[in-house]
T-cell receptor, first 110, second 114 residues
Framework: RKEVEQDPGPFNVPEGATVAFNCTYS??????FFWYRQDCRKEPKLLMS???SGNEDGRFTAQLNRASQYISLLIRDSKLSDSATYLC???????????FGQGTELSVKP | DTGVSQNPRHKITKRGQNVTFRCDPI?????LYWYRQTLGQGPEFLTY????????KSRLLSDRFSAERPKGSFSTLEIQRTEQGDSAMYLC????????????FGSGTQLSVL
């Protein structure tokens, strides 16, 4: 089993749609959780951290369920500029390496 | 430009040759990471440094791969006796090293082994 697994994608949605990405992780002792965004042929960039209480940044909402070892990202009112690959990322221990999922590709169409 | 810098951007080599990549992190960053990424996959962890100390190396990494960060600033990643399966984007990232901080990635070195 992979340490971090994501929905395979791709997700093709119209502008204005709401889309949700799911991610599971295998190490129950994992400490920190993130969503990174990667545009085509570009490097990954941090989108947002994921906190136990859930957190929101504009149209983006991240949730963490430690009991189920599950992370989600919700994007509301999708924009064309949201088209990218979304990477679920887990840090197993404080100060340790970041482990990336395979990524889920999102394509927002007009 | 004060971001993470990687050189070269592209490298084409023949199977069996050795290649070396360089990464210059953001100047005040203590942590430096190397990842490898192939098409359709997320970045795969290779190794990371805290200053000049190599703290962890992936078990997936063969002995043909070696990384150094001799003065705790720039880092080099060497691949000896390259194989076609080594073809990938090699990404370097740096962070402050204070705990749970975010990674800043360079643009990567695209390696093609013919």
């Amino acid at each position: 089993r992979k340490e971090v697994e994501q929905d395979p994608g791709p997700f093709n949605v119209p502008e204005g749609a709401t889309v949700a990405f799911n991610c599971t992780y295998s190490n129950s002792a994992s400490q920190s959780f993130f969503w990174y965004r990667q545009d085509c042929r570009k490097e990954p960039k941090l989108l947002m951290s994921v906190y136990s209480s859930g957190n929101e940044d504009g149209r983006f909402t991240a949730q963490l369920n430690r009991a189920s070892q599950y992370i989600s990202l919700l994007i509301r009112d999708s924009k064309l500029s949201d088209s990218a690959t979304y990477l679920c990322v887990v840090r197993a221990r404080q100060g340790g390496k970041l482990i990336f999922g395979q990524g889920t590709e999102l394509s927002v169409k007009p | 430009d004060t971001g993470v810098s990687q050189n070269p951007r592209h490298k084409i080599t023949k199977r069996g040759q050795n290649v070396t990549f360089r990464c210059d992190p953001i100047s005040e960053h203590n942590r430096l990471y190397w990842y490898r990424q192939t098409l359709g996959q997320g970045p795969e962890f290779l190794t990371y440094f805290q200053n000049e100390a190599q703290l962890e190396k992936s078990r997936l990494l063969s002995d043909r791969f070696s990384a150094e960060r001799p003065k705790g600033s720039f880092s080099t990643l060497e691949i000896q006796r390259t194989e076609q399966g080594d073809s990938a984007m090699y990404l370097c990232a740096s962070s402050l090293g204070t705990g749970d901080e975010k990674l800043f990635f360079g643009s990567g070195t695209q390696l093609s082994v013919l």
